[in-house]
C-alpha cells in the first residue's frame, strides 16, 4: 500500500517568496492534516480537513497561509508571502476518519528554507 | 483543552541500558495516547497506541509504554536500547481526530 506522498521535498526560497506544497494521502483516508514543525519542536497543526471540508484552521495564519483540499483527495499547501520564521518541515498526514481515533500515517515532510 | 509535556528534551542512555522517556497529558476528556518516533529527515512512524483496554501497550521494536490515569502519564520504555533507537520520539494526545504533540525527547545511544 503506498503511503502518504509530499512534494517537494526541499525547497529554498527568499522572504516574500511565494511557495507551494503537495500531498496525496493514502487511498481511503478521509482524514487529511498539515502540519508545521519548526527545528527543535513538536508538530502543530495548522488546517484539518474532513474530506474537502474544513475541520479546524485556527491555528493556521491566514494572512499568508492557504489550504485547499479540492475533490477531497489531494492537498496543496500555499504561503505567499513567506517570511523568516516560515521556515520548517510542512508534515501531510492522513488517517481514516470517523468516529474512533485512529493512527495518522505521516508523509516524509516538505523541508522550506526561507532566506 | 488537550497539552503533552515530555520531560527531558534530551535523553542519553549506553548501549543496552535501559531506555525511558517521560510524558505527561492533560485532557479533559479520557484520551488516546500515541507514541511517535521520527528518524532524520524523515516523517513520523508510530510506535504504539493506547485507546481502551489493557493500560500496558506493546509497540514496535521491543517498545512498550504504560497509561496511568491517576499520574496522567503514558512513559516509553525499551529494556535494551541499540544503536539504531537513536531519534526524536513524541508522544501525542488525541480525541475527536484532534492531535496534539509533545514538544519532543532526542534520544542519544552511544556506544
Known amino acids: 500500500e503506498a503511503g502518504v506522498a509530499q512534494s517537494p521535498r526541499y525547497k529554498i526560497i527568499e522572504k516574500r517568496q511565494s511557495v507551494a506544497f503537495w500531498c496525496n494521502p493514502i487511498?481511503?483516508?478521509?482524514?487529511l492534516y498539515w502540519y508545521q514543525q519548526i527545528l527543535g519542536q513538536g508538530p502543530k497543526l495548522l488546517i484539518q480537513?474532513?474530506?474537502?471540508?474544513?475541520?479546524?484552521d485556527s491555528q493556521l495564519p491566514k494572512d499568508r497561509f492557504s489550504a485547499e483540499r479540492l475533490k477531497g483527495v489531494d492537498s496543496t499547501l500555499k504561503i505567499q508571502p513567506a517570511k523568516l520564521e516560515d521556515s520548517a518541515v510542512y508534515l501531510c498526514a492522513s488517517s481514516f476518519g470517523g468516529r474512533r481515533t485512529g493512527e495518522l500515517f505521516f508523509g516524509e515532510g516538505s523541508r522550506l528554507t526561507v532566506l | 483543552a488537550q497539552s503533552v509535556t515530555q520531560l527531558g528534551s534530551h535523553v542519553s542512555v549506553s548501549e543496552g541500558a535501559l531506555v525511558l522517556l517521560r510524558c505527561n497529558y492533560s485532557?479533559?476528556?479520557?484520551?488516546?495516547l500515541f507514541w511517535y518516533v521520527q528518524y532524520p529527515n524523515q516523517g513520523l512512524q508510530l510506535l504504539l497506541k493506547y485507546t481502551t483496554g489493557a493500560t500496558l501497550v506493546k509497540g514496535i521494536n521491543g517498545f512498550e509504554a504504560e497509561f496511568k490515569k491517576s499520574e496522567t502519564s503514558f512513559h516509553l520504555t525499551k529494556p535494551s536500547a541499540h544503536m539504531s533507537d537513536a531519534a526524536e520520539y513524541f508522544c501525542a494526545v488525541s480525541r475527536s481526530q484532534n492531535f496534539v504533540f509533545g514538544p519532543g525527547t532526542r534520544l542519544s545511544v552511544l556506544p
Open positions: 487511498s481511503g483516508h478521509a482524514t
Open positions: 480537513f474532513q474530506n474537502n471540508g474544513v475541520v479546524d
Open positions: 485532557s479533559s476528556v479520557p484520551p488516546y
